[in-house]
């Protein structure tokens, strides 16, 4: 076994751990696992540096395992949270859980042969047949109100001025999740639980629930929330989250995110993020610091970190798509685009719709331009670009004799226009 809480440390992943932790994996092969909130059918990119600490910690020898709130996601996390979330139904409970368990698998090795195996586990296969009168009496009245109430979710809940109260359900959810920490210790052998640094409070009630319930002992680590240098938070863009799952943010947007990154944040989310060893780490930043416009952190980040959630095919479609807006592509490449990348490539570009009767008929460049888009301001302005070989048509350059037909559509429905190098039109074509 490596030493898996260095690993953490000298990546900045470290935040918080309980005495003897790292004595304690450095000569025991153990489970340690991370709880996962199954509040939509997809997990973002908030969540990838948690999916990241278990492969570090199966990387390192360990059992990963991986626990779906099927039951806490009932209840709802307090944690940060400044009111109360909605319930989620069961019917909507299933399948955000089959989508988190999909989001998973692409990460940890789950291979039953392997001597170090992640497991995934979920909750409310064991919740769901405690009674309410065994919960508050074999687990409640090991745990007093004063320790539950000293916790910083609970305090900093009550004495918010704008605060809504607490209700009993989410002042329990930390004896839920400590009952979880005490049944894997029982049935799994797991010494070890991991979360965000939020969740400290709702971790050590595990520990402590097993050392009076259990008289055993068990270990926490907590792990920073990441942030970005600007302030502004990470994993959200204009659109909302950055998602996990393709259908709700497509590989080209999901490669974006990264490659944007400021200088400050791609330094810091290089060591986050990626596997890359600590050596490869700081060539990489000698590299960029000495040519910082060629932003070679940030697209190395893109790239290992899209490959390693959509696959390598995804990330070179991503790197097309991107390569498009800077006049290296050919109407090829952009034929090759699926629907939903085209559009995120163009999205927020002026658009027009025309009828398939025009396109079949065959659409004259004047009537392409001006005549029904309004994309240049008259028929005598699409002429003289025209005359200037400045239009182009899906990025190859055309002149007044063209003609758009069926046979120029992306996906059976879009054509680009551009005049120049930067400026864009979509026909949508319906």
């Known amino acids: 076994m490596t030493n898996f809480v260095e690993e953490l440390r000298w990546r900045g992943l470290l935040h918080d751990l309980m005495p003897d932790t790292e004595e304690y994996l450095l000569k025991n092969k153990t489970a340690g696992y991370i709880g996962f909130d199954p509040t939509a059918d997809s997990l973002h990119i908030g969540s990838l540096v948690q999916i990241l600490?278990?492969?570090?910690?199966?990387?390192?020898?360990?059992?990963?395992?991986?626990?779906?709130?099927?039951?806490?996601?009932?209840?709802?996390?307090?944690?940060?949270?400044?009111?109360?979330?909605?319930?989620?139904?069961?019917?909507?409970?299933?399948?955000?859980?089959?989508?988190?368990?999909?989001?998973?698998?692409?990460?940890?090795?789950?291979?039953?042969?392997?001597?170090?195996?992640?497991?995934?586990?979920?909750?409310?296969?064991?919740?769901?047949?405690?009674?309410?009168?065994?919960?508050?009496?074999?687990?409640?009245?090991?745990?007093?109100?004063?320790?539950?109430?000293?916790?910083?979710?609970?305090?900093?809940?009550?004495?918010?001025?704008?605060?809504?109260?607490?209700?009993?359900?989410?002042?329990?959810?930390?004896?839920?999740?400590?009952?979880?920490?005490?049944?894997?210790?029982?049935?799994?052998?797991?010494?070890?639980?991991?979360?965000?640094?939020?969740?400290?409070?709702?971790?050590?009630?595990?520990?402590?629930?097993?050392?009076?319930?259990?008289?055993?002992?068990?270990?926490?680590?907590?792990?920073?929330?990441?942030?970005?240098?600007?302030?502004?938070?990470?994993?959200?863009?204009?659109?909302?989250?950055?998602?996990?799952?393709?259908?709700?943010?497509?590989?080209?947007?999901?490669?974006?995110?990264?490659?944007?990154?400021?200088?400050?944040?791609?330094?810091?989310?290089?060591?986050?993020?990626?596997?890359?060893?600590?050596?490869?780490?700081?060539?990489?930043?000698?590299?960029?610091?000495?040519?910082?416009?060629?932003?070679?952190?940030?697209?190395?980040?893109?790239?290992?970190?899209?490959i390693m959630t959509h696959g390598k095919e995804a990330y070179e479609n991503a790197l097309k798509a991107s390569s498009i807006l800077f006049g290296k592509s050919t109407s090829d490449d952009l034929k090759s685009l699926d629907e939903q990348t085209f559009l995120d490539v163009f999205d927020g570009v002026p658009q027009a719709t025309v009828s398939t009767d025009d396109v079949a008929e065959g659409l004259d460049m004047i009537g392409a331009l001006a005549a029904k888009t309004n994309f240049l301001k008259s028929n005598g302005d699409a002429r003289r670009a025209l005359k200037e070989n400045a239009i182009s048509v899906n990025k190859e350059k055309v002149n007044d004799s063209f003609t758009i037909t069926k046979n120029d559509l992306i996906a059976n429905k879009y054509v680009l226009l551009q005049r120049g190098k930067k400026t864009y039109f979509l026909l949508i074509v319906e």
Request: with cysteine; net charge negative; charged share 25%.
């Open 53 to 306: 600490i278990l492969k570090h910690f199966q990387n390192a020898g360990h059992n990963p395992i991986a626990l779906i709130g099927g039951a806490t996601g009932m209840v709802g996390d307090p944690s940060g949270k400044s009111a109360e979330r909605n319930l989620l139904d069961e019917e909507t409970l299933a399948k955000n859980i089959a989508g988190v368990r999909e989001n998973l698998e692409r990460f940890l090795d789950f291979d039953a042969t392997a001597e170090n195996k992640a497991e995934l586990v979920n909750n409310y296969d064991w919740m769901k047949d405690i009674s309410l009168i065994d919960f508050v009496r074999d687990t409640g009245k090991h745990i007093t109100v004063n320790y539950m109430m000293a916790k910083d979710s609970v305090k900093k809940r009550l004495s918010s001025e704008s605060s809504v109260g607490m209700s009993f359900t989410e002042f329990t959810y930390q004896l839920f999740q400590g009952y979880d920490f005490y049944h894997l210790y029982k049935e799994k052998n797991c010494r070890l639980q991991m979360g965000g640094s939020d969740q400290w409070g709702n971790i050590t009630t595990g520990t402590e629930l097993i050392r009076r319930k259990a008289q055993g002992k068990a270990y926490a680590i907590t792990v920073p929330l990441v942030t970005k240098a600007d302030g502004t938070k990470f994993g959200k863009t204009e659109g909302g989250n950055v998602w996990l799952n393709a259908d709700r943010t497509s590989p080209y947007k999901f490669y974006q995110y990264w490659l944007n990154s400021s200088d400050e944040d791609a330094e810091n989310f290089i060591k986050k993020f990626t596997f890359l060893d600590k050596e490869t780490i700081e060539s990489l930043i000698a590299e960029h610091k000495e040519n910082p416009h060629l932003r070679l952190l940030q697209k190395k980040l893109g790239e290992e970190v899209t």
